[in-house]
């Protein structure tokens, strides 16, 4: 398998018993992973996407995380993911929704 080069995360609070009930998702996180993926791919960038349970930062959520890079963000948007995905295109972050670095 090719790994990706980058592998984004996407709060969806998922809990233990299987259900999504926390504050991402009820923020709409569930939209951004389409989303992040069809952007990614429309601007070449090797991506893969992938839901995950809480975070555990659910005051500033919606959270997404880029990996390998540990860029946590908060407060996402489609607006922000657009930000964000021009910021990686150019190795950077984007400084404007960072939480955590």
């Known amino acids: 398998m090719k790994k990706p080069t980058y592998h984004i995360l996407v709060c969806n609070s998922y809990r233990i018993g299987g259900e999504a009930q926390g ?38 959520g919606p959270i997404m995380v880029v990996h390998p890079n540990n860029y946590w963000y908060g407060g996402i948007t489609k607006e922000a993911i657009d930000e964000i995905l021009d910021a990686l295109e150019e190795g950077e972050a984007c400084e404007k929704y960072l939480i955590a670095d």
């Open 23 to 60: 504050a991402c998702n009820k923020k709409g996180a569930v939209e951004f992973i389409q989303y992040i993926t069809e952007e990614a791919n429309d601007r070449g960038l090797d991506v893969a996407v992938s839901s995950t349970a809480c975070l555990n930062v659910c005051a500033q």
